[in-house]
């Protein structure tokens, strides 16, 4: 089945390793155009205020299944991506990361691996609240972009947990070492399958 993907990554630095698994599905017949976006409405959405640039990433978001988190050398210390994160939680989209710092960039470099993103965000139940959370470097603080949600909205099986970050409940593969030419279809399937879409 035909999934639509939005990618969230840090575009400065990845951009190049990003368009390879974007470009991946053109040759696949299963392909559907995924969630990339001009750079440019990107940075002008980002200069005019944080309102605007998280009504443009929403509206990005919209009509797709499965966020996939292409993981880079600094993704997870970007603003956006874990806002993306953490929306989509919110809206019950698939979530799953793919490690791409082994692919090379326009320059044929490759890059050092970074953490999982899906490590620095998390949720705490308080009754039937889940509130979100996110490592700031050197504490865990509340998220103040999407402070909380109804526990009862969740789509995923939390596994009953109650105090979590979302690495326990996400997956993310290797591109290079685990043959994401190959395999990003069945990875972005299970993600949507663990949301039950």
């Known amino acids: ?27 696949k017949k299963d392909r559907e155009e995924a969630g990339f976006f001009d750079s440019s409405a990107f940075e002008t959405a980002k200069r005019t205020s944080p309102d605007a640039l998280k009504r443009f990433l929403n509206a990005q978001l919209e009509g797709s299944s499965v966020t996939c988190v292409l993981i880079g050398n600094q993704t997870a210390y ?12 919110v809206c019950g989209k698939g979530l799953v990361g793919v490690y791409i710092n082994a692919i090379p960039n326009f320059s044929r470099q490759v890059d050092v691996a970074g953490p999982d993103p899906f490590r620095f965000v998390g949720f705490e139940i308080h009754g039937n ?17 999407i402070p909380s949600m109804p526990a009862v909205d969740v789509r ?24 994401g030419y190959d395999n990003i279809g069945p990875w972005v399937e299970a993600a949507a399958s663990q949301a039950k879409r």
Request: proline share 0%; charged share 25%; no cysteine.
């Open 156 to 179: 995923y099986w939390l596994m009953d947990k109650t105090n979590t970050t979302f690495d326990q409940l996400f997956r993310s593969h290797d591109w290079v070492g685990s043959n």
């Open 129 to 145: 609240l889940l509130k979100f959370k996110e490592w700031n470097g050197s504490a865990w603080q509340w998220y103040s972009h």
């Open 1 to 27: 089945m035909a999934r639509r993907v939005f990618y969230s990554f840090h575009y400065a630095r990845d951009v190049g390793r990003a368009n390879v698994v974007k470009n991946s599905w053109v040759t």
């Open 78 to 89: 970007r603003e956006w991506v874990r806002y993306e994160i953490i929306r989509s939680f």
